[in-house]
């Protein structure tokens, strides 16, 4: 047998098992496997030689080849028979190899091979096994026909049963292991060349690698372990490398679910078995790999590995980094990927390595590797996938968990971050915010100062160590010059004892018998002795100095450290305070996950007092009319709605209690807080704070506590600030939208109160004082269609309304009174049963005092009218007219009071305001008493209706469409003729007023009155069509002459108003309020360009070639003025072939004519409006080629030709329009920029024909173009040449004359003058 089995020879014939020949081959599909496998399993029981036995090899061999024949039961068993030898016959070949005999360990070589072999063929076919057993289908037939007798009709669901048993999953761990304690021979001594080693390995290793190969297998934990320790033990210690490497590089390449095993198997290798080389092998290999952006299969799989294997083993990934880091530009975005989260890795295990923790100033080795990878991984923030750059920001948050605090590279990653909050991609602006918010969660600075960002604080921390360093080092130079003096000095003295002693030695040398002048120079010696004995204490001191000296020294250096910790936490504040512009904008984005993580970033900066967080957090407030729909994230995670996430961040910030605190000052610091929100706060803002309030109000999240302490604010009798007491009535106003019952409980504290001497004291109190009186009528939204009316009205005879009466009647000169007296005829109207009643004595009682002629005149103003009656010169600044006329900026001036005066100016102003503010709520009134007229009669025909059956339906129906004809009709004639023109109206006086008051300006010249008389003839206007018609031209002529921009601004929504009454009146005259696109006040172009959006999408006006001065807009140098503009053109491409039919006129508008915009900005202007332009683009390709022919003008043919670049040119037939037109622009291709964009349209042609059409006609085309060109650059050259001819001929007639005429004038000899002219004409 050992001459006729080759293992290398049979497992290359094992390849093909369908041709594998055996010679004493037994088929299981007709004879009984049962005997068969007794035999043999019997015979190697026995003894495990006998495998070599070719009868019992072959039964082995047979069953293994025919195995899909073979019951679950019978593979088991010859599974644990084949183990169990193979066991034996490893241990006796151990026991064996320990002889020096060489012979007795080659013996074990057969059996050896054999049981591998077959061990390895058995693993192959047991999958088969197993997968037979999984289908219950394909086994009945295959299983009945084994064996003989009735076992032929064993029943499909036996079969199953059988199929069942086998578990080839149970027996892996098992197998593997046996082929574990195989690979522990010392095969050197066994087989002794090194291919008949490297084959037995091969065949011990193939079954894990076949192993591997399951993705369902390499789940378990256990047999997972046991195909590493197989590799990783022929690797070590049998020379596997090279196969190993091959293997798993194949493996990376096929089978996707093997990158993370195969890593970990490389890094057990490395960390266990301690054999890196394989390790390096592979990174080698990958590194010198290509992969192109097509192939998504590949890059996929080996980047897997890569982050894996730099997760289990960074130190092995760190030395092949530097061949790696080449696929930094590969084509395929998931290695580059990869590569980044590789690096992620390295820089982990350099910051948390030993080496890191004594490092100084980035001196060390790995300092410097770390700042290298560092500056890689930033400049991939640039890279142009943005899954790369998302992926870069995902690995730099992982960094800054790391206890390293690495403080300049965080204040690199702010700069990146905040850098690409501007980026195309939504997903890199969110992993950008996610990491802004990580790095204020980690900064490194509140371990001295407790954590806040304050940039105050930090300048004012950062100024008191600088102040206290450059006072210690002044004060160390001025010791240390000090110091030098004393030594000095010292050394000095020192130097003059040295020399006297010498001088006295000598004197007592020479001078022995004088012993009196000896003894008489002793006194200066002793001196000298005395300074000696000071040398010692002066030692002393300067060591004492020194070491002081070196204490300040520590101290300075301590100082320096915490000024450079400052100026580090100073630029990290002001980098992210310079990223909130962009920030807040984000709030405004389409992409949900990209606003919830802006709106973290904000709660979080709030809670760490960053300066501008505040400006955030207002402008979340908007997010609450946000209608919230489940999403998810790009990772699967369920998204939270925008809306919930708002309300849960204003809660954590403003109304959660703090731990700690007690009850009390936890419903003072809530209420606080609530009332804070209202300071400074835009009407935009109110308006969302108010829908918040009431959101969460209903869902019962503002306690009954804090509500009563908002009330003893507002009716606390000792002076608050005003502020305050404001805030609380605006919070409780916004509350009681949700819940009448908070004010209609405390309706006296209200006019006690706001319309009591503290809202007289302040009108702004008293305003939002009425402001809540008006959730007295319930707050029940108006059902479109629906008739009922669930408002409560009161009796006029309510002291309500005598107080609102008063509070409008009090004498007052603040501007702050129109807005109130808005708000109070507003709650009349809201609250009152019969609202004309109490307005008509009002307006009595205001006309009165109006035209009451002044006994005395007038002194200096007091204080107040200081405060308010501004003189006519000074405008204020101007703030949103969407707010008139509460907010409108009437100022007043005390004017000149002459005799002709019948009245104060002031309180004429406040009767025209009050006269149109009551013009027109009498409107809506009337409105409100239509709808009750026609409910209470449908009502009526209803029980009528019921009463006398269904028989009379039909003529029921009839009568109540007439009854309501007729009293629509009621109602409108009411309004068209009696409000303004009849006998018993009160208004009809004060129209004619106005109307003289609005067309004088040169006799009323006070700005106050103007205002309010503007504002009240707008008002009148919407009123009645016959007022309206006759008088509104007026209005427009305010509009166009007055230089007050908050009339201009207020007469721009008043027309928007008029145009929804009577849109005839202005649709006619709607040039006139587009020129407010042009007016130099931004309120007015701002507020023009929201009202001409209104009318125009609603369709009040029609659009007639004015839509390119709104599309001038698109370029306008403030922001809020091109994004409105925007917003206008995006809503208007949902109207069908809005932009389409008016593209010729937008074109026309900005190219030629007086309103013609710069070519860049007409380039910029027509991009965006072509980017709704998807239909019809044949057509537009025609419309633009005729224009070519009526244009004379290069700067026109250049437009043109612009825009038909921007046209797409996916169809055949555009591309065929455009060649049809080449009669219209053949002779404008000399042009240069127009013959550039023709090109372009051609490339664009090619680009999106289809592959299998040929080119012949755009190339022909193309040809006829150039030729076209060239034509046309030669015509444009003759002309050139005739035209310099012309004009030096002129020149030269020119001069002819000039000297026809000299010669006139001074006479010369006859003889001379042909030789004058022959000179002439030589010169010329």
Same mark, same amino acid.
């Given at each position: ?23 004493? +081959? ?73 002889? +020096? ?209 730099? +997760? ?44 890191? *923790? ?64 501007? /980026? ?81 030695? $000598? ?45 300040? *020294? ?272 507003? !709650? ?68 000149? !009071? ?33 709808? $009750?007229?026609?409910?209470?009669? /449908? $009502? ?147 507020? *023009?360009?929201?009202?001409? *959006? ?23 140098? $403030? ?32 190219? !030629? ?121 030669? /015509? ?42 022959? /000179? ?5």
């Amino acid at each position: 047998m050992s001459a006729s089995f080759e293992l290398q020879d049979e497992l290359q014939a094992l390849q093909d098992i369908a041709n594998y020949e055996i010679p004493n +081959e037994q088929d299981p599909n007709s004879n009984d496997p049962g005997p068969l496998l007794q035999q043999a399993v019997g015979a190697i029981a026995h003894s495990s030689e006998e495998i070599t036995d070719p009868e019992i090899f072959d039964i082995f061999r047979s069953l293994l080849k025919h195995s899909d024949a073979v019951a679950g039961p019978y593979m088991s068993k010859m599974l644990d028979a084949l183990l169990s030898a193979f066991g034996a016959q490893i241990d006796a070949a151990i026991r064996d190899s320990k002889e +020096e005999d060489q012979q007795i360990v080659m013996a074990h070589k057969l059996p050896l091979e054999m049981y591998a072999f077959l061990v390895n063929w058995f693993v192959s076919a047991a999958e088969k096994v197993k997968a037979t057993g999984e289908e219950d289908a394909p086994p009945a037939p295959v299983k009945a026909r084994r064996g003989r007798g009735g076992k032929a009709g064993t029943s499909r669901a036996a079969a199953a049963k059988k199929a069942e048993q086998w578990t080839w999953i149970d027996q892996i761990p098992g197998t593997l292991e046996l082929i574990c304690k195989a690979l522990k021979l010392k095969t050197h001594r066994i087989w002794v060349t090194s291919p008949e080693r490297d084959a037995f390995i091969t065949c011990l290793t193939r079954p894990a690698y076949h192993v591997a190969e399951s993705e369902q297998y390499m789940k378990i934990q256990n047999v997972r372990m046991h195909v590493y320790k197989v590799i990783c033990l022929a690797v070590k210690h049998h020379g596997h490398t090279l196969a190993a490497q091959i293997n798993i590089m194949q493996s990376l390449q096929y089978y996707e679910h093997l990158s993370e095993p195969m890593a970990e198997c490389l890094s057990i290798l490395a960390k266990e078995f301690d054999h890196a080389q394989l390790g390096d092998e592979i990174l080698r290999e990958i590194a010198g790999k290509s992969f192109s952006a097509q192939d998504t299969k590949g890059p996929r799989a080996f980047s897997r590995f890569l982050v894996k294997f730099s +997760e289990e083993s960074p130190r092995s990934v760190l030395k092949q980094i530097s061949l790696l880091i080449d696929h930094l530009d590969s084509e395929s975005y998931p290695m580059r990927m990869a590569i980044v989260e590789v690096i992620g890795s390295l820089i982990r295990e350099l910051a948390t390595s030993e080496d890191m *923790t004594n490092r100084t100033n980035g001196s060390n080795q790995a300092g410097k590797e770390l700042d290298n990878l560092f500056e890689l991984l930033l400049s991939r923030t640039l890279d142009l996938s943005s899954y790369v750059r998302s992926k870069v920001f995902a690995t730099l948050s992982k960094m800054l968990d790391l206890p390293l605090r690495l403080p300049e590279q965080r204040l690199r990653i702010t700069r990146a971050a905040v850098n690409t909050l501007e /980026d195309k991609a939504s997903t890199v602006r969110k992993a950008a915010v996610s990491i802004l918010v990580k790095l204020i969660l980690t900064h490194p600075y509140g371990e001295m100062y407790g954590g806040d960002l304050s940039l105050e604080k930090w300048e004012e921390r950062y100024k008191t160590w600088k102040d206290k360093l450059e006072e210690m080092e002044g004060g160390i130079g001025k010791a240390v010059e000090r110091d030098q003096d004393d030594r000095e000095e010292v050394e000095s003295n020192v130097e003059e004892e040295d020399a006297d002693e010498d001088e006295d030695a $000598e004197m007592e040398g020479t001078d022995v018998n004088d012993d009196g002048d000896a003894l008489s120079d002793n006194p200066k010696p002793k001196k000298k002795r005395a300074s000696r004995k000071s040398t010692v204490d002066v030692t002393a001191i300067v060591s004492e100095q020194e070491a002081l000296a070196a204490l300040e *020294t520590n101290e300075i250096l301590a100082m320096n450290l915490r000024k450079k910790y400052c100026t580090e936490a100073l630029d990290f504040i002001r980098t992210l305070e310079g990223g909130m512009v962009s920030l807040t904008q984000l709030l405004g984005s389409t992409n949900k996950a990209e606003v919830l993580e802006s709106m973290e970033f904000f709660r979080v900066a709030f809670e760490y007092q960053l300066a501008s967080a505040e400006k955030g957090i207002k402008r979340m407030l908007h997010l609450i009319w946000h209608k919230d729909n489940s999403s998810t994230s790009e990772d699967g995670k369920e998204l939270k709605g925008v809306r919930s996430r708002l309300l849960e961040c204003y809660r954590m910030l403003y109304l959660d209690p703090l731990p700690d605190m007690e009850p009390k000052q936890q419903v003072n610091r809530i209420a606080k807080n609530m009332i804070e929100l209202t300071y400074d706060a835009t009407l935009a803002e109110l308006t969302s704070l108010e829908e918040m309030m009431r959101i969460m109000m209903e869902d019962g999240q503002i306690h009954h506590d804090v509500i009563n302490k908002l009330w003893q604010v507002y009716s606390a009798p000792q002076a608050l600030p005003r502020s305050q007491r404001r805030g609380a009535i605006i919070i409780l106003g916004m509350l009681a939208l949700s819940k009448r019952t908070i004010v209609s409980e405390k309706v006296d504290t209200l006019l006690k109160i706001g319309l009591g001497p503290f809202g007289k004291a302040d009108l702004t109190l008293a305003r939002y004082t009425c402001l809540a009186l008006q959730r007295l009528n319930g707050s029940a939204k108006k059902v479109k269609g629906s008739l009922l009316d669930k408002s409560l009205r009161m009796e006029m005879e309510n002291p309500i309304f005598r107080k609102l009466q008063n509070t409008i009647e009090h004498p007052c000169r603040s501007k702050d009174w129109f807005g109130m007296a808005e708000q109070a005829i507003n !709650t009349i109207y809201a609250l009152g049963e019969h609202p004309d009643e109490l307005c008509n004595n009002l307006v009595k009682n205001l006309t009165r005092r109006a035209f009451t002629k002044q006994q005395t005149p007038e002194g200096p103003p007091t204080e107040p009218d200081t405060e308010t009656m501004e003189v006519d010169q000074e405008i204020e600044p101007p703030e949103p007219a969407s707010i008139a006329p509460s907010s409108t900026h009437i100022s007043t001036q005390q004017s000149s !009071t002459s005799e002709k005066d019948l009245g104060d100016v002031f309180h004429l102003s406040q009767l025209l305001f009050v006269v149109g503010h009551v013009a027109i709520k009498h409107i809506v009134f009337l409105e409100l008493v239509e709808r $009750e007229w026609k409910r209470q009669k /449908d $009502e009526k025909q209803l029980v009528e209706k019921l009463a006398a059956g269904g028989s009379r339906l039909k003529s029921l129906t009839k009568l109540l469409a007439m009854q309501r004809t007729r009293l629509v009709n009621g109602i409108a004639a009411v309004r068209e003729t009696e409000l303004l023109y009849g006998e018993q109206s009160l208004l009809k006086l004060y129209g004619p007023l106005l109307v003289h008051v609005c067309g004088s300006p040169h006799k009323f010249k006070n700005r106050t009155l103007r205002a309010a008389a503007t504002l009240s003839f707008s008002k009148f206007l919407c009123v009645s069509s016959q007022f309206c018609d006759q008088h509104h031209h007026l209005l427009f002529k305010i509009l166009e002459t007055s230089r007050d921009p908050n009339i201009r601004s207020n007469i721009v929504i008043a027309l928007g108003d008029v145009a929804v009454s009577f849109s005839n009146i202005i649709d006619e005259n709607s040039n006139e309020l587009y020129k407010g696109l042009s007016d130099e006040d931004l309120v007015v172009k701002k507020n *023009t360009l929201m009202v001409l *959006t209104h009318l125009i999408l609603n369709g009040m006006i029609k659009v007639k070639g004015q839509l390119g001065e709104m599309a001038k807009c698109l370029e306008d140098e $403030e922001l809020r003025i091109s994004d409105l503009a925007k917003l206008f053109f995006t809503e208007l491409s949902t109207k069908d072939n809005a932009i389409y039919n008016n593209l010729p006129d937008v074109i026309s508008h900005l190219s !030629t004519g007086d309103h013609a915009v710069e070519e860049e900005t007409f380039k910029s202007t027509m991009r965006y409006i072509f980017s709704f332009i998807e239909k019809a683009a044949e057509n537009i390709v025609e419309k633009l080629c005729q224009r070519f022919r009526l244009s004379e003008d290069p700067r026109q043919w250049r437009d043109i030709a612009f825009c038909l670049s921007l046209l797409p040119f996916k169809s055949e037939r555009s591309v065929k329009k455009l060649i049809e037109g080449l009669q219209f622009y053949r002779d404008k291709l000399h042009e240069e920029g127009v013959f550039d964009k023709f090109s372009d349209i051609l490339t664009k042609a090619r680009s999106n024909k289809s592959a299998n059409k040929p080119d012949t006609e755009l190339n022909e085309f193309e040809s006829i173009l150039n030729e076209h060109r060239r034509q046309g650059e030669e /015509d444009q050259a003759f002309e050139k040449r005739v035209e310099g001819k012309k004009a030096a001929a002129k020149r030269k007639a020119t001069r002819r004359s000039v000297r026809k005429k000299a010669v006139e004038a001074e006479p010369e000899p006859a003889s001379q003058a042909p030789a004058t002219r022959d /000179d002439d004409d030589m010169y010329v």
